[in-house]
């Protein structure tokens, strides 16, 4: 959109005044950092044998309401910089 406004500390664009957020239960929205924290909560609370692949946190968080592709997941996933499935996986 590329809409700027100029206050006295400087100009910004319009979307640095907003949350980004995902559609999440009810129709409401969920901000985008309680949704990369439970991405985060997620994967520290799985088994590291068999870690959760993108496509199983999109399942779950569907399950819960919140409205996110896998393409999305992996996004904020790498956002964070935590690995893909392949490299979190621990072989005994």
């Not at 959109?1 to 400087?10: D, S």
């Not at 924290?37 to 779950?60: F, W, Y």
Request: glycine share 6%.
């Amino acid at each position: 959109a590329n809409k700027y406004a100029h206050t006295p500390q400087g100009v910004f664009e319009l979307r640095y005044f907003f949350s980004e957020a995902v559609q999440g239960p009810s129709g409401g929205g969920t901000p985008l950092l309680l949704l990369k924290r439970r991405v985060k909560k997620m994967i520290q609370d799985e088994d590291v044998s068999h870690p959760l692949t993108d496509e199983q946190i999109t399942a779950q968080l569907q399950r819960e309401g919140i409205q996110v592709t896998r393409r999305t997941v992996a996004k904020y996933r790498e956002d964070m910089k935590i690995p893909s499935t392949h490299h979190r996986r621990i072989r005994e």
